[in-house]
């Protein structure tokens, strides 16, 4: 049998934070909820880099020129836990 692939260990390790993360919400664990979503957020960083890097359009443009994937970030990194840290501080 074959050994997976970094891209299936790495789907598989953000599916199983995924459902651990949504477990200790709804147990009130806000520390190990903040913790596992470090873990995932890392973990799907990690599995956008190994796509990016084996997708044939990476940091290529179309025939009009445009960028074929546009990377802009939707939010400044860490913000998204921000939140969850002063939440943390108050517990």
Do not use: C, W
């Not at 979503?37 to 445009?66: F, M, V």
């Amino acid at each position: 049998m074959d050994s997976p692939s970094k891209l299936e260990n790495l789907r598989f390790t953000r599916s199983l934070l995924n459902v651990l993360r949504r477990r200790m919400h709804e147990d009130g664990q806000v520390l190990l909820t903040y913790l596992i979503d470090i873990a995932y957020l890392e973990t799907s960083d990690r599995l956008k880099q190994s796509e990016n890097e084996k997708s044939p359009r990476h940091g290529g443009t179309d025939g009009a020129g445009q960028p074929m994937f546009d990377h802009q970030p939707t939010t400044e990194p860490g913000s998204r836990l921000r939140g969850m840290k002063s939440t943390i501080r108050h517990h």
